[in-house]
């Protein structure tokens, strides 16, 4: 097994507005999370988020504590959020073991314990989506479920933007330190996600694609309102949001995509909106 990580610093606006293409990229998206028997992580300095992908197929896959963190154990003071978006897998926590099938999630306490991946099968591995944030607080492991979650309905196929939001990890579902997650499902036929557009100046975000087809991309827009910038991206790949930026994308196919945040608060209503014709 491998564990790859790469530290991701923190930009300011008005430098990121001179961005050429391959700068934003390099910066922003996190284009390789998942490769055969390895964990693959950034370390960001945007709330010291943790975007990492694991994919176990032959080896179990322990969850490193990187030279970064400085600690015995990755989460000794840090809380974790794990999506399986693949085959049948098993989390191991300590003596603790959690299975994982397809779109199932599981919140991880801190504490010093050893985490480890495997999957149920080699023919379809699981693939592991993990957000991580620092956490000043131990809450229990919980696995959460679709069932689980507060669901939200939203758009319209007229509008291009019908979806479901499931907040898996907010705080009317279970207790957590900062780490907040979910998934959002777009209908056939819609595209847009995220529209109006907003900030949250208390809180950074890194989304995660999936169920594009392969030879199709999504349009991952963001930058200040009246500052936008676009990155093309393909399924299985994430992008840091930093907190002065919008995030939001249209593509090719409709698709489904995870967000993840780490911040100031729990309030996941926090945001504050721009109209669409605001943005430049």
Known sequence: MKTNYEIRYAAHPEDVKQYDTARLR??????????????????????????????????????????????????????????????????????KTYTLGYKEALYIGAGDREVAFSSDSADSPALFYINSTPAHTAYPTTKITKQD??????????????????????????????LQ??????????????????????????????????DQAVCHFMGEPTETRHIW???HQAVLSPEWSIHSAAATHNYTFIWGMGGENLDYGDQDFFAIKELR
Request: with cysteine; glycine share 8%.
């Open 26 to 95: 390099r910066d922003f998206l996190i284009e390789t999370l998942f490769a055969d028997d390895e964990v693959n992580m950034v370390y960001s300095m945007y709330d010291r988020m943790v975007v990492a992908g694991a994919k176990p197929v032959k080896e179990e896959l322990p969850l490193e504590a990187i030279d970064p963190l400085k600690s015995k154990f990755f989460t000794s003071r840090r809380e974790v959020g794990v999506f399986n978006v693949g085959g049948s897998g098993k989390v191991k926590i300590g003596d």
């Open 149 to 178: 979650a507060e669901q939200a309905h939203m758009g319209s196929l007229e509008m291009s933007n019908e979806r479901t939001i499931n907040k898996l990890m907010v705080n009317q579902v279970l207790k957590t330190c900062q």
């Open 181 to 214: 997650m979910g998934m959002t499902e777009l209908a056939p036929g819609s595209v847009w996600n995220t529209m109006p557009a907003h900030v949250h100046s208390r809180r950074m975000e890194a989304y995660f694609y999936f169920e594009l087809p392969e």
């Open 233 to 235: 991206m393909g399924n």
